[in-house]
């Protein structure tokens, strides 16, 4: 049977709002009552946390995309199997700043992998766990780089033309899953993108903002357990 969580990733080229939007959707969610769980990817985990540090911050010039693609896996494994899993079973949203989504547009289509390939490896890995829907935070890479001039990671020091060539992958994976994936302009101002988001979450959303999977464990106890809890 299907967990009764819902898994939303935020996606995008540097610089296009996903860090600032899922920070805003994690509090609209949870000021509406929603158990959220939020997730950095790579990041989170102690092991993901590593990872992230060794894929965008350290001075290593040399790590070729078939072994970035293998590190942002290795990340995500241990991400869906220490935090994701364990909030889907409790019935949580879990908000994830960016996924699998992102090594297919970096690695898949920037480092020039065979994408199917890799999607299927990124897939089997993580054994089919893909998100429910997915936000794509569109814009041009010289608009995002701009707009993150001031920090200067691995990624972001790559060449212009990589940027063009992730942006192109972002847009094909979500032609190729129109169900999936809800593409955003991310040049409009911020307000309106979270207006928009937090409008098509609540619709999608299945028992919108009421369903709380742990609070309806808690109420099976009896009062006095309740209030030992509390
Ligand atoms: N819609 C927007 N219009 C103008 N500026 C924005 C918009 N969204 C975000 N920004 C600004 O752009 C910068 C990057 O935003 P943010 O960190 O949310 O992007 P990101 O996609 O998470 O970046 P990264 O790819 O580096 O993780 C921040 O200074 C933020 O305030
Ligand atoms: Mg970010």
């Known amino acids: 049977m299907?967990?009764?969580?819902?898994?939303?990733?935020?996606?995008?080229?540097?610089?296009?709002?996903?860090?600032?939007?899922?920070?805003?959707?994690?509090?609209a969610l949870r000021r509406g009552g929603r158990r959220v769980v939020f997730v950095h990817d790579p990041g989170t985990t102690s092991l993901g946390k590593c990872l992230r540090n060794v894929l965008l911050h350290e001075r290593l010039t040399a790590i070729s995309p078939m072994s970035e693609a293998?590190?942002?896996?290795?990340?995500?494994?241990?991400?869906v199997e220490e935090r994701i899993r364990p909030a889907l079973a409790r019935g949580a949203v879990v908000v994830c700043d960016r996924f699998h989504d992102s090594t297919m547009a970096y690695q898949g289509y920037g480092g020039r992998l065979n994408i199917a390939w890799?999607?299927?490896l990124g897939r089997e890995a993580i054994n089919g766990l893909m998100p429910d829907l997915t936000i794509l935070l569109d814009l041009p890479p010289a608009k995002?780089?701009?707009?993150?001039?001031?920090?200067?990671?691995r990624m972001e020091r790559k060449a212009l033309t990589f940027h063009q060539r992730v942006r192109r992958g972002f847009l094909s994976l979500a032609h190729r899953e129109?169900?999936?994936?809800?593409?955003?302009?991310?040049?409009?101002?911020?307000?309106?993108?979270?207006?928009?988001?937090?409008?098509?979450?609540?619709?999608r959303l299945p028992h919108g903002l009421a369903y709380s999977g742990q609070r309806r464990a808690v109420r099976k106890k009896s009062p006095s357990t309740l209030n030992a809890q509390r």
Do not use: M
């Open 70 to 79: 293998l590190l942002c896996i290795a990340g995500r494994v241990q991400l």
């Open 178 to 203: 129109p169900r999936r994936f809800l593409v955003l302009d991310a040049t409009q101002p911020k307000v309106d993108i979270h207006a928009h988001i937090f409008s098509v979450v609540l619709s």
């Open 118 to 120: 890799l999607n299927r």
């Open 144 to 153: 995002g780089l701009q707009r993150v001039k001031g920090r200067k990671d």
């Open 2 to 27: 299907k967990h009764p969580g819902y898994v939303i990733t935020l996606e995008g080229p540097e610089g296009s709002g996903k860090s600032s939007q899922a920070r805003w959707l994690v509090q």
